[in-house]
């Protein structure tokens, strides 16, 4: 037997006990993936201390991505439409605002003209 069917024998579909609550393989990935969105704010917040100004700095976003993906399989396994929604609709607008960092970062490398917001 290799270890991913080992995983698979003595995780899927069952619970455990430990400190009290149930654990499982889709608890574990909730929290993972919990932990990492949450640990972009975390990024930010000491970003933004040692620049002594609000700056969202880009690995805000890879974070963004990648915990909205684990909680999206997260929500997908539980079967939650919303949960699953919400996260797929928020992992589009953190791909979205990479490109655009990544155009723009482009353009600078060009000397190109940032194009003009306007409001």
Same mark, same amino acid.
């Given at each position: 037997?290799?270890? @991913?069917?080992?995983?698979?024998?003595?995780?899927?579909?069952?619970?455990?006990?430990?400190?009290?609550?149930?654990?499982?393989?889709?608890?574990? @990935?909730?929290?993972?993936?919990?932990? $990492?969105?949450?640990?972009?704010?975390?990024?930010?917040? $000491?970003?933004?201390?040692?620049?002594?100004?609000?700056?969202? %700095?880009?690995?805000?976003?890879?974070?963004?991505?990648?915990?909205?993906?684990?909680?999206? @399989?997260?929500?997908?396994? =539980?079967?939650? %439409?919303?949960?699953?929604?919400?996260?797929?609709?928020?992992?589009?607008?953190?791909? =979205?605002?990479?490109?655009?960092? =990544?155009?723009?970062?482009?353009?600078?490398?060009?000397?190109? %003209?940032? %194009?003009?917001?306007?409001?």
């Amino acid at each position: 037997m290799n270890f @991913l069917t080992w995983i698979a024998v003595t995780w899927l579909g069952e619970r455990h006990r430990f400190l009290g609550l149930d654990w499982n393989y889709l608890v574990i @990935l909730g929290f993972v993936g919990q932990f $990492i969105f949450g640990a972009r704010f975390l990024v930010q917040w $000491i970003v933004s201390e040692r620049k002594k100004r609000s700056v969202v %700095p880009v690995s805000f976003w890879y974070l963004s991505i990648l915990g909205g993906i684990l909680l999206g @399989l997260y929500f997908a396994f =539980r079967r939650d %439409p919303v949960g699953l929604a919400g996260q797929l609709f928020g992992t589009f607008v953190y791909v =979205r605002n990479l490109s655009i960092i =990544r155009k723009s970062r482009h353009a600078y490398e060009r000397n190109e %003209p940032e %194009p003009e917001v306007k409001s």
